[in-house]
């Protein structure tokens, strides 16, 4: 048989049930035409569909290190797909643009509201030879994470992240709202939905505004309250991170939301990277066996700019029962290096 044409179809059924299923956004993948790799070489995949939403999914593509391109579709070659015995053919009566018109018959499939995409990478599914940080054979983003030897914490601003992140295999999910003035703490609805939908572990941001990391008693008032409400919808741990005016942790403040915090795992976060002797605020943080894990880039700058300080805190963090776990500035591209350099487990 045609294989090709025998998973378009495929993909036709697959289109159909998410648009039964009240599907406003629809993204199909497949290893679908040797054509695309003629169009595009071995190393970009092609898109087609609605514009806003192919650019949207090109601008993630290009930071990942897995770019895609923007194909046309022709309404006039949708012509050749037409077939003396059926509606549609699913295999076109010309030799040329086949992977273009994979894409119009799948188009034929999907419902007039929905916003639809679909990329082709028959031509970047398998690596010929190890190539910067992909690896020879099949590739996969999350398989090329999971082969550098760490785990993944996604951030989610909202159900739907948490959903695409845990479908995707991500090992943990740190749950946040204000992405763009370093992360807040998400409302409560959000908390309790998120928490009760996933299989993997949620830790929740508790941070009540973004002016500082120094707290008052109203804040830290707030703060333990919120504590109470995540430990109440049985989420895995919390985000969080206290300091003083002087840019030290806040030895105080954070006693007071640790006994708040009992039985929850606690990431100290990068309110880290204000500190100026990190060093010995490892060795302070390491006092509090509830706290598991540092989120931090090494200091102020990306943590690829900042690998020594990392290796470093990665190496004063052995058997103090703290885990370095790095963000900021952290692409797949520069993955395996950066794992090398510095060690970090997550």
Same mark, same amino acid.
């Given at each position: ?12 059924? #697959?289109?159909?049930? #998410? ?23 071995? $190393? ?56 273009? +018109? ?8 999907? !419902? ?15 690596? !010929? @030879? ?22 993944? %914490?996604?951030? #989610?601003?909202?159900?739907?992240? @948490? ?26 609805? +959000? ?6 939908? +996933? ?47 002087? $840019? ?7 006693? +007071? ?16 990277? %204000? ?11 390491? @006092? ?13 700058? !990306?943590?690829? %700019? ?39 487990? %997550?």
């Amino acid at each position: 048989g045609h294989t090709d044409a025998e998973g378009r179809l495929i993909l036709a059924d #697959a289109i159909l049930h #998410a648009a039964r299923n009240g599907a406003e956004r629809i993204i199909d993948i497949a290893t679908l035409t040797g054509a695309v790799g003629h169009a595009l070489g071995l $190393r970009v995949a092609g898109i087609w569909g609605d514009a806003g939403f192919a650019e949207q999914l090109m601008r993630i593509g290009s930071k990942n290190g897995d770019p895609i391109w923007r194909l046309p579709l022709v309404d006039e070659d949708e012509e050749l797909l037409g077939s003396p015995y059926a509606d549609l053919a699913n295999l076109a009566s010309s030799p040329y643009g086949g992977a273009n +018109m994979a894409a119009l018959f799948l188009r034929r499939f999907v !419902p007039s509201k929905a916003r639809w995409c679909h990329i082709d990478m028959a031509n970047t599914s398998q690596v !010929p @030879a190890d190539r910067g940080y992909k690896a020879a054979g099949a590739t996969g983003q999350f398989w090329k994470w999971r082969h550098c030897g760490v785990k993944l %914490e996604v951030i #989610a601003t909202n159900l739907y992240d @948490a959903l695409v992140a845990e479908n995707a295999g991500a090992d943990r999910l740190e749950l946040v709202t204000g992405i763009m003035e370093g992360g807040l703490t998400p409302g409560p609805g +959000m908390i309790r939905k998120v928490v009760g939908l +996933m299989s993997i572990p949620v830790h929740v941001m508790v941070r009540p505004h973004s002016q500082s990391f120094v707290y008052d008693q109203y804040d830290l008032l707030t703060m333990r309250e919120d504590i109470a409400f995540i430990k109440e919808c049985g989420a895995a741990g919390i985000v969080l991170g206290t300091l003083k005016p002087d $840019r030290t942790v806040d030895t105080e403040a954070l006693e +007071m939301l640790l006994k708040e915090a009992d039985g929850l795992n606690v990431t100290f976060h990068r309110a880290f990277d %204000e500190i100026d002797d990190q060093l010995g605020a490892l060795r302070t943080l390491s @006092a509090y066996p509830q706290i598991n894990r540092i989120l931090t880039s090494g200091g102020p700058r !990306p943590a690829p %700019e900042s690998t020594d300080r990392i290796q470093a805190l990665v190496e004063a963090s052995a058997g103090t029962g703290i885990r370095i776990l790095a963000g900021y500035g952290l692409t797949v591209p520069g993955l395996s290096e950066f794992v090398q350099k510095t060690g970090v487990p %997550e």
